[in-house]
């Protein structure tokens, strides 16, 4: 469904930082949200007191919230929101911040997740994650994401014919781009079809190398007016489209729809250009069956399509169709909520040429693809922002 609404037309978006991640972690989640705000101060030239507006998501931040964070960094945003909505967050933090910036509620928006990782954080995130996803599926000896993708993976391949080569292929040119980004957690570690075929079972039919790799760390991006970017002499990418939904094709037996099918007409129609124009797309990849899923949802093919697409496309970042060029959390590492943002960093830095040895060639338009907050069977958070070359 197509609507008219007020552009995105002068918003600005710079300085993508990375706070590096690290598999465990002492430090709490306020160490790296910190960090992150430190380095977007240092890296933007742009004082603390001159950022008047923050969005922040976590999942380990509590019992504190964004409020709590600007009395412990120090910071007097007049504009504040916490979005705690996993991969979701990162495309919604933008599109809110951007509407922010151009209604005169704040001048400079800091968009900062992170959160950290210690040896059992991650089972104590799962069981308060979702009182009704813990005591729908608890009972029955289920719990987490491994089954419930598990779960989406097996009706997808029976239903559309795929196979774990096709979700190998994903992860597979995902490590290939991670062996060029010095940021990835599998910088080092190469990834084959073979190795990734020979895995073991974590629930079938989703084995290790479908699975993300939870770390500590942090990403942020600031959001801006062009014109301010511009006198502030930065990088920046503007921003096309965006679009969110949350709980849609609830009647759904097993997930197989996301958000993005509802409104991605308008996201192409708000900036004027169609899949075909893009140059590169990041999806969030907390297993790779999503990541079919998007390609379908949001135009690049028919629904059930994707396997004979990724059959025909070269995904690396040197590639006819770069997917996650910086790795993406399978490759690069999924530190909580910031897994979400990891899709827009690597998208700012392509857009202003600061990809490094994983640049795609004259790149001027990415698409970055949110899904985020799973409970018991299905996603309830969609998003997506095209960006373009300034």
């Known amino acids: 469904m197509s609507r008219r609404r007020q552009s995105y037309e002068g918003v600005a978006v710079a300085v993508p930082v990375t706070v590096p991640y690290r598999r465990y972690s002492t430090h709490g989640a306020h160490w790296f949200v910190g960090q992150a705000l430190e380095a977007l101060v240092r890296e933007s030239g742009i004082s603390k007191d001159q950022i008047d507006g923050l969005t922040v998501s976590s ?73 009704f996803a ?73 084995h290790l190398y479908d699975c993300v790799m939870p770390c500590a760390g942090a990403e942020a991006f600031l959001v801006m007016s062009e014109a301010r970017a511009r006198a502030q002499g930065l990088r920046y990418s503007v921003l096309r489209g965006a679009i969110e939904r949350h709980n849609a094709f ?16 308008d996201l192409w129609t708000q900036a004027g250009v169609s899949p075909d124009q893009i140059d590169f797309i990041q999806t969030y990849d907390d297993y790779p069956v999503i990541v079919l899923i998007q390609f379908e949802d949001l135009g690049f093919c028919a629904k059930g399509e994707a396997p004979a697409f990724i059959d025909s496309h070269d995904l ?57 907050m799973v409970t018991y069977d299905r996603c309830l958070c969609t998003g997506a922002v095209l960006l373009g070359s300034a």
């Open 59 to 131: 999942f380990s931040l509590g019992p504190d919230t964004a409020v709590g964070i600007t009395q412990h960094l120090g910071v007097s945003p007049r504009w504040l929101d916490f979005l705690p909505n996993g991969g979701a967050s990162g495309v919604m933090a933008l599109r809110r911040a951007a509407r922010a910036v151009q209604s005169g509620d704040a001048d400079v928006v800091a968009c900062v997740a992170g959160d950290t990782n210690h040896v059992d954080s991650f089972r104590m995130m799962l069981g308060g994650f979702s009182y």
């Open 134 to 206: 813990r005591d729908a599926s608890y009972p029955y000896g289920a719990g987490g994401p491994n089954s419930v993708f598990a779960m989406v993976t097996a009706h997808y391949m029976r239903k559309y014919g795929a196979r774990r080569e096709h979700f190998g292929k994903v992860a597979v040119s995902q490590r290939f781009n991670a062996n060029r980004n010095p940021l990835a957690v599998f910088h080092r570690q190469t990834l084959s079809l073979d190795e990734y075929i020979a895995a073991r079972a974590i629930s079938d039919p989703v």
């Open 250 to 265: 609830a009647d759904d037996p097993v997930m197989e729809r996301g958000g993005w099918l509802v409104d991605r007409d």
């Open 316 to 372: 690396r970042c040197v590639g006819d169709f770069p997917n996650n060029t910086g790795g993406g959390q399978l490759s690069a590492g999924q530190a909580g909520a910031a897994g979400g943002f990891i899709g827009v960093t690597e998208t700012l830095r392509q857009l202003t040429g600061q990809a490094g040895d994983r640049q795609v060639r004259q790149a001027q338009l990415g698409l970055v693809s949110g899904f985020g």
